[in-house]
């Protein structure tokens, strides 16, 4: 306002000069030329003052504009980078608002959740979980980071750790993160080992009490008859050899999951030769018969005593879980680029309900047989694992009373 006053007191004094200009005398009217003159001057100087003033803002304002710009798409970028490493985590990451309505969710989340429209839905509508909406408001209300161990039902049951943290405002609305470490296998093999332990104690319990109430007896029976003795004696060293029996299928069971296999290339039809050889002698004691149908050769890539082991299980279980006068057939051929060997026998069976456990350590379909026949319950876990670690799978078809068939498939991509 007082540079536009100036101009225009700066253009009044000109007109009034100019008008007086023609009733002056000639000595005035020269005095006031030259004030004419430099009132000219001094609107000129204004209005190059003005238009660098007016140049200078539009230059501010163009670069306000351009770094406008360029954080707005620096922000973008941020935003697009943040989505991708959220997207990117192997684990559920959730992002809502202080009433628990979701703003964010990654991919891994879907995978876990399904994939439905969530956003602005409550987390609650996500994942089923009051336990964790709960863990979410106390978060909430706090404003800082909560973990708690949880147990997601749906759509499976999942144990995770859950942490929840302020993660910072949007405008007004402060935001949440969510993120759930799936952590069922490590439950999962803490009871593994719960229960090997409690069944390892069991296992070794048994013979050694067993052991132990014999060699009491012959201690303090001294008029103890000779040939009770020698029973007695006798049942020490049954018991004894179930003893080292278990801590060799132990230490073999360890190995097998804990060292990869020295693989080297064999041919699998003389090794299964050699196993049936190995086992006829208890097969006839049994009257039990064996035949083999081997397509030759069967190269692969393994570790021989593993395989071995492997056969010398299988057939070991389908000769003493058979019936008098029954039989075995041993069965190996390439198909699909597998060696595929099948033992099937016309033993007693497994029920179906017991199929899905007969691999776990120290699991006995027919536990008196099996104490009876020398079993240690490991035999099929050491199949399996000894199978997977050479890159195969076990499969079993059985029907109760009738007979079961073992399936090894044992990939050969490897021998070239």
Not at 217 to 244: C, K
Not at 346 to 359: A, C, D, N, V
Request: glycine share 6%; aromatic share 8%.
């Amino acid at each position: 306002m007082r540079v536009w006053a100036l101009r225009l007191a700066a253009v009044g004094a000109i007109l009034s000069a100019s008008i007086a200009l023609f009733s002056l005398p000639p000595a005035g009217v020269e005095t006031l030329a030259i004030l004419m003159v430099g009132a000219w001057l001094l609107v000129y100087w204004f209005l190059r003052q003005e238009a660098q003033h007016q140049a200078q803002l539009e230059n501010r304002v163009k670069t306000l504009a351009a770094e406008n710009e360029v954080q707005t798409l620096d922000f973008a970028r941020l935003r697009r980078r943040f989505i991708s490493f959220a997207e990117g985590l192997p684990i559920p990451i959730l992002i809502g608002d202080q009433d628990a309505n979701l703003r964010f969710v990654n991919h891994t989340a879907y995978e876990w959740f399904g994939y439905r429209p969530l956003t602005g839905k409550s987390i609650i509508a996500l994942t089923f979980c009051y336990d964790l909406y709960v863990l979410y408001l106390h978060a909430v209300q706090r404003r800082y980071q909560l973990t708690s161990e949880i147990v997601l039902s749906y759509p499976r049951e999942r144990h995770v750790v859950a942490s929840i943290w302020y993660l910072g405002d949007d405008g007004n609305t402060p935001l949440f993160a969510v993120a759930l470490l799936d952590k069922s296998e490590l439950v999962r093999l803490e009871q593994v080992r719960r229960d090997f332990v409690a069944n390892v104690s069991h296992e070794f319990r048994t013979p050694l009490a067993s052991i132990r109430s014999l060699a009491e007896t012959l201690l303090h029976d001294g008029a103890m008859p000779p040939e009770t003795r020698e029973r007695f004696l006798q049942l020490i060293v049954q018991e004894t050899e179930r003893l080292a029996r278990i801590a060799d299928d132990l230490l073999v069971l360890s190995r097998a999951e804990s060292l990869p296999p020295e693989k080297e290339p064999v041919d699998l039809a003389p090794i299964i030769r050699s196993v049936v050889q190995q086992v006829q002698g208890e097969a006839k004691e049994r009257e039990v018969t064996i035949e083999c149908e081997l397509q030759e050769p069967l190269r692969l890539l393994a570790s021989r005593d593993q395989m071995v082991q492997v056969l010398l299980n299988l057939l070991t279980n389908a000769i003493r879980y058979n019936k008098q006068g029954g039989h075995v057939w041993v069965r190996a051929a390439m198909r699909d680029g597998f060696v595929v060997v099948e033992v099937q026998d016309t033993g007693i069976g497994i029920p179906s309900s017991e199929i899905p456990r007969i691999f776990e350590r120290f699991y006995r379909v027919d536990k008196t047989r099996s104490r009876d026949t020398g079993g240690t319950g490991l035999g099929l876990s050491i199949v399996k694992h000894i199978v997977e670690s050479h890159g195969g799978r076990v499969e079993v078809e059985s029907e109760y009373r009738v007979g079961s068939t073992f399936r090894v498939w044992l990939p050969v991509e490897e021998s070239g």
